[in-house]
Structures are given as C-alpha cells and as structure tokens.
C-alpha cells in the first residue's frame, strides 16, 4: 500500500477495479483494455501481494514480446517492490550477451523474470534458466506474442 501511494495512485482505472479483487485470491485473469490503463499494475500488485518474501528463485515468469516492454515491466516490478527487501526482480532479452545475463541469474538469483519469449526459451532449454519453481505465469500483450509467431523468422 505504501508503494501504491507513493506512485501517485489514488483511485483504481476501471480494468484495476474489474480484475484486482479476483486477481488478488487466485483467480486466473484475461484483460483488455487500452494503453495506459494500469494493466501492468495490475499483475505487478496481484504477484507482490501473492509471492511471499522467502520466495523461491524464478517463482514468477513474465513474458513480454519486445525488449522495451520486458523492461518497462520489470522497472514496475522494482517500483512497486521497493518496500520488500527480499524480493528481486530480473529483466532478461535478446541483443545481450547470454553469458552477462547467466551470470546475473546465477548471481541476482531473481524471483521474478521478466523476459522476451526467445531468450526465456533458449535458457530454458540450456538448463540455465530453472523454472520449476514458477508459480505466478504472466504473458503481457499476448495477441502481440502471438501475432509474431505467425511471421517468417530472418
């Protein structure tokens, strides 16, 4: 609450007021609503109030389909967690060196990943990204995602 009024917030958007309260017991969410609305809010305040401290690593996922985005999120992530001490959020993508981002996994050992979906997988599938641990799964602009998926690969 601290972080939310410290941010300015001072009454929920529409979608806020839709999605929160079933966000915050479990409930699994699908919203749409324009740019601006406080969607990213919306799952950032939903896994902080739901991850507990002692979290394990890579406890939450966050898929974004630009770099730019996975940034964003994660600087919300770090904005709104600025009053739990223990959690650590981790932004990874493509046009970094993989062995800098591996390092910092290793080093950060992050509970919150925010990456985009080709550099999550091939850590993934390298072993070097554990995510057996996740428990909260977010794609952010997941029409987008799946737009790109249906583009030819250069």
């Given at each position: 609450m601290k972080a939310i009024s410290s941010c300015g917030f001072e009454h929920p958007s529409e979608v806020q007021q839709q999605c929160l309260p079933n966000s915050l017991i479990g409930v699994d969410i699908l919203c749409q609503a324009k740019s601006g609305m406080g969607k990213t809010a919306v799952f950032v305040i939903t896994v902080l109030n739901r991850l507990e401290e002692s979290a394990p690593e890579v406890s939450c996922l966050v898929l974004a389909h630009t770099r730019e985005l996975a940034y964003q999120i994660d600087k919300e992530f770090q904005r709104f967690s600025v009053n739990f001490n223990k959690l650590k959020s981790m932004v990874i993508y493509?046009?970094?060196?993989?062995?800098?981002?591996?390092?910092?996994l290793n080093t950060i050992k992050p509970n919150i990943v925010v990456g985009t979906p080709g550099r999550v997988l091939s850590?993934?599938?390298?072993?070097?990204?554990?995510?057996k641990?996740?428990?909260f799964f977010i794609l952010d602009e997941c029409d987008k995602m799946l737009k790109e998926l249906g583009k030819p690969q250069i």
């Open positions: 493509g046009g970094e060196p993989v062995d800098e981002q591996v390092k910092n850590l993934a599938k390298k072993g070097l990204l554990n995510l641990n996740v428990k």
